[in-house]
Each structure stands twice: as structure tokens, then as C-alpha cells.
């Protein structure tokens, strides 16, 4: 079969494994149509691990080598990119118009589309995260099999960094149904297109350019610190984010069983002010770019733009994120979300910005 038509088979694999495996049953933050909150399938991780093993059985036999999808990694990415306009165009041109068609075509016209029991955005977040994890392992495998006498341990703290990343993403999927793409976004080229290319490809963009270079023997205590860059930006990332989510599920509840759920409020409506959302009014955001910094600079090559593509993306991501964010809390929130910003004036980085 054409390397081009791969993702393909691995795209259909990972949805008939959420449609058919058990998984959780939960109702999620957001809304229909008829006011009810949406229920979603969660079944990320037995997904993940189904197909990696399917995976590693075909390599295994000798039907696949170990590294092909990084050999075949242009061929990948040219297949991914058409299911994701063939996705894009078939998942917006039915629907009725939001705006202007270029720009329903880009941001989507469906907030929250579902399918027997498939929820889209669940669906492509899952696929991205699995098809990822496959080209990450592949690369590594290239790398190993290139320089099997001085392999980099970067390479190796990489994909473990990585792949506690997307394992940890699945195992809080719940978490993840309180956050802005699930509640703000609609489903157009920026989110099908984006998972099903973007996310799994340019996520490994670090290895993407560098598998094929010699061991950079960067210093232990290095590697070390790279991990604690990571680590740092994971706790306060998922710390944020997890805090948001048990204040939503229960607002008398101490996150954590620690923290007082500090807030301002008003007719009903509350801002959490304390905790991590006491630091900065976006701290997630310093997390995930501080996970980017650790993932790149644990390749060992400073010099090398590509693993450098990956948190300046998420830079170039997140601010404008932040202002938009910081406008819609403004509308829905009035004169909580004012007071807000004088008790936690920093936007992202406490102390700087």
C-alpha cells in the first residue's frame, strides 16, 4: 500500500477502536440544542494502547520497519493533509453560514458536532494524540537503528517527556471537556485540519530534523534540567487546569484538598481569583509553553531551528489566544472579570506579562 494512503488506515483503525471499545459515559460542560449537556465517550487510553501494540505486532512480524513512518514521513504528512481538507470542507460546507465562507471554511460553522455517539473535537484530539505518539516512536526507532553504537539520550528523554504528555492528556480527557477549544471553538479547518495534520506531525517536528543527526552528547546535568523545565510547566498547566475543573463541578469544593475556592461573585456568576488562577489570569498558558522549551531543549541541538518551532508556536498561538479569551470572559463576565484583572493584573507570566 502507498505510504500516502497510511494515515488513512490509521485514522479509520483509531475511530473504529473509540466506537467499539468500552469507555465512559460523561456529560461534559457544554450544551445542546435542547439545553442538555452534551455525554461523550471516553476510552482514550485502551485506544491508545490497542493501536500501539497493533502497531508494534506489525513491525514486529516484519510486515513494517520500526522507523517507516519516519522514512515515509513526507508521503505521511501529504496523505494526512488531504483527509484533513476532504474533512474541512465536508464537515463545514453542509452546515448553514456563521460568517463569510472563507472564514466558516477556516474557523468552523458547528460548535459541537456529534455522530451515534462520536463526539468530533473528542474524536480528532484522540487521533491527533495517537498518531503522534506512532511518529514519535518511529523517529526514535530511525534515530536507534542510524546510530545503534552512540544513540542520543535526548532522543530517548524526548519521547518518554512526550509520551507521558499525550498518556497523561488521555487519562484526564474529562478535564480537558471544561477547556476553551470545547467550549468556544467551532469545527472548521483550524480544529479538523489541526488534528488531524498539525498536531501529529509538527508536534514531532523536534525529531522530524534531528533523528537523523549523530548524538550531541548534551551533559546529564542538562538533560536534567531540560525534564525539570518540562515538569514545571506540566504542574502548572494541569494544575490550572484541573483546579477550573473541580471548581466547576463543585464550587464549594477545596481543589486539591487544599485550596479554598477563592472567587469573586455575582448573580450567579463566579471567578476563581485564588490558587494557580491567582498567579496569572492565563498560568496554563506559561505551562504548555514551558513543557514546549523542556521537549525541545532536550534534543541537544541548540543550533537547530526545527525543535524551536514547537514553543515558538505555541507563543505565537497563546497570546493572541489569551487577548481572545480575555474578551469573551470580559462580555460574559462584566464587571467581575474588571475586578478580576486589578487582583491578578499579570495575563500569562506572573511578574512579566
Not at 59 to 77: M, N, T
Not at 344 to 353: F, Q
Request: proline share 7%; aromatic share 16%.
Amino acid at each position: 500500500m502507498p505510504a500516502v494512503l497510511w494515515p488513512l488506515v490509521i485514522y479509520a483503525f483509531v475511530l473504529l477502536d473509540h466506537r467499539l471499545v468500552p469507555a465512559r459515559h460523561v456529560a461534559g460542560y457544554v450544551r445542546g440544542p435542547d439545553g442538555a449537556p452534551l455525554r461523550y465517550r471516553l476510552n482514550g487510553l485502551p485506544v491508545l494502547a490497542l493501536t500501539l501494540l497493533a502497531w508494534a505486532a506489525t513491525c514486529w512480524s516484519g510486515v513494517l520497519a520500526w522507523d517507516a513512518l519516519y522514512v515515509h514521513r513526507v508521503e505521511l504528512a501529504v496523505g494526512a493533509c488531504v483527509i484533513g481538507l476532504v474533512f474541512t470542507l465536508a464537515i463545514v460546507l453542509p452546515a448553514a453560514p456563521v460568517r463569510g465562507l472563507a472564514a466558516d471554511l477556516f474557523l468552523g460553522r458547528l460548535p459541537n458536532p456529534q455522530w451515534r455517539g462520536i463526539d468530533a473535537k473528542m474524536y480528532l484530539y484522540l487521533v491527533g494524540a495517537v498518531m503522534l505518539e506512532l511518529n514519535l516512536l518511529s523517529y526514535a526507532a530511525h534515530h536507534y537503528a542510524t546510530f545503534p553504537d552512540d544513540p542520543s539520550l535526548g532522543v530517548a528523554l524526548h519521547v518518554a517527556l512526550f509520551s507521558f504528555f499525550l498518556t497523561e492528556y488521555l487519562f484526564f480527557e474529562e478535564v480537558h471537556l471544561y477547556t476553551y477549544d470545547f467550549m468556544a471553538e467551532r469545527m472548521g479547518f483550524k480544529l479538523g485540519w489541526g488534528c488531524l495534520v498539525f498536531y501529529p506531525f509538527f508536534y514531532a517536528i523536534g525529531l522530524w530534523t534531528t533523528a537523523d543527526l549523530p548524538n550531541p552528547h548534551t551533559p546529564t546535568p542538562v538533560l536534567v534540567l531540560t525534564a525539570v523545565c518540562f515538569f514545571t510547566g506540566w504542574a502548572l498547566s494541569r494544575g490550572a487546569n484541573l483546579q477550573k475543573f473541580e471548581f466547576k463541578r463543585d464550587p464549594t469544593k477545596k481543589a486539591f484538598g487544599r485550596l479554598d475556592p477563592r472567587t469573586l461573585s455575582a448573580n450567579g456568576k463566579h471567578v476563581l481569583t485564588g490558587g494557580f488562577w491567582g498567579l496569572s489570569r492565563h498560568i496554563n498558558y506559561l505551562g504548555e509553553i514551558l513543557m514546549a522549551l523542556g521537549l525541545a531543549a532536550s534534543l541537544g541541538h541548540p543550533t537547530s531551528i526545527g525543535p524551536w518551532l514547537y514553543p515558538l508556536y505555541y507563543v505565537a498561538l497563546l497570546f493572541p489566544r489569551q487577548a481572545d479569551d480575555d474578551r469573551r470572559c470580559a462580555e460574559r463576565y462584566g464587571k467581575l472579570w474588571d475586578e478580576y484583572c486589578k487582583r491578578v493584573p499579570w495575563r500569562i507570566i506572573p511578574g512579566v506579562y
